[in-house]
């Protein structure tokens, strides 16, 4: 166990809808990551955040947005859903010297 | 752009041999991880190796560095079942940590 959880674990929605992820960092970690992970592009990094301000961003559509909020949990926001969406999403953190990324268990998003 | 390169994508081992999985990157980095991941689970850090000629070992794993080359190596020492997993390279692309992933290494272990 990583000491980062995200939530839910799994989601079965429908192309068009919105859909919010969620994840607590480790506790003391400052940075978050999203990554998606995929079989067609395979782990691909989203966007960072440290201490509620967004460091660095990397694929990651229009349609997709995250936010990290005062208690250091993050949510990424994934609207206009397309079956191409469909991913492991995961979290990790560390902290600012790090090196170390550790990752969550991940969101299973299923858009049908 | 930054790209990693893993191979072979696949590796079927017979228990108790050594392999070698290969990690090369186009551009200069000074932090290269080594994670593996079991089937529908999360992904485990194994490895940090943060300059040239770094080597780490854990158990029958071992990675090393050479970032004159831009290459990394996970070595295994005489596999065996509980290492059937996919491994994945990443390549710190020097913007906040921001990670570049080899489509990682496919392990099977044999009896």
């Known amino acids: 166990d990583s000491g980062v959880t995200q939530t839910p674990k799994h989601l079965i929605t429908a192309t068009g809808q919105r859909v919010t992820l969620r994840c607590s960092p480790r506790s003391g970690d400052l940075s978050v990551y999203w990554y998606q992970q995929s079989l067609d592009q395979g782990l691909q990094f989203l966007i960072q955040y440290y201490n509620g301000e967004e460091r660095a961003k990397g694929n990651i559509l229009e349609r997709f947005s995250a936010q990290q909020f005062p208690d250091l949990h993050s949510e990424l926001n994934l609207s206009s859903l397309e079956l191409g969406d469909s991913a492991l999403y995961f979290c990790?953190?560390?902290?600012?010297?790090?090196?170390?990324?550790?990752f969550g268990p991940g969101t299973r998003l299923t858009v049908l | 752009e930054l790209k990693v390169e893993q191979n072979p994508l696949f590796l079927s081992m017979q228990e108790g041999k050594n392999y070698t999985i290969y990690c090369n990157y186009s551009?200069?980095?000074?932090?290269l991880y080594w994670y593996r991941q079991d089937p529908g689970k999360s992904l485990e850090s194994l490895f940090v190796?943060?300059?040239n000629g770094a080597v780490k070992q854990e158990g029958r794993l071992m990675a090393s560095l050479d970032t004159k080359a831009r290459l990394s190596t996970l070595h295994i020492t005489a596999a065996v079942h509980d290492l059937s997993a996919t491994y994945f390279c990443a390549v710190d692309a020097g913007n906040n940590r921001k990670l570049i992933w080899g489509l990682g290494t496919s392990l099977a272990v044999n009896p």
């Open positions: 990790a953190s560390s902290t600012l010297q790090g090196p170390t990324q550790f």
């Open positions: 190796l943060l300059s």
């Open positions: 551009t200069t980095s000074d932090r």
